[in-house]
């Protein structure tokens, strides 16, 4: 039997997040988003998805199937949001989550 390490249920995470993303790219509350290739230096960084705004400010987002508070606060003090336990969550409570996110960054400005 073939270990995946978790990678299918990281993959399945990020498809939940990217069409949560198209969503929002069609309902016009983010300009658009891109997924980053697996073991590219981006992704090895904890940047998953990249988010433009509509104002052109680009968000990235550590997308994790399960979790952990730990990982979050790493993330967070990196300036990467952290999207975790997306397993388990709604398309709904994703989208309110990345709200928050863009909510928080257009906050900034």
Not at 23 to 43: A, S
Not at 70 to 75: A, G, L, R, S, T
Not at 78 to 92: A, F, N, Q
Request: hydrophobic share 30%; proline share 2%.
């Amino acid at each position: 039997m073939e270990k995946d390490y978790g990678w299918s249920r990281g993959e399945e995470s990020e498809e939940k997040v990217c069409q949560v993303l198209e969503e929002l790219k069609t309902e016009g509350k983010i300009k658009n988003f891109g997924r980053n290739l697996k073991f590219y230096q981006e992704d090895l960084s904890g940047r998953d998805v990249l988010i433009t705004t509509n104002n052109d400010k680009v968000i990235w987002l550590q997308i994790k199937s399960s979790l952990n508070p730990i990982e979050k606060e790493k993330y967070r003090r990196k300036g990467i949001h952290y999207l975790g336990g997306v397993r388990e969550k709604t398309p709904e409570e994703i989208k309110k989550e990345i709200l928050g996110f863009l909510a928080t960054e257009k906050q900034k400005n």
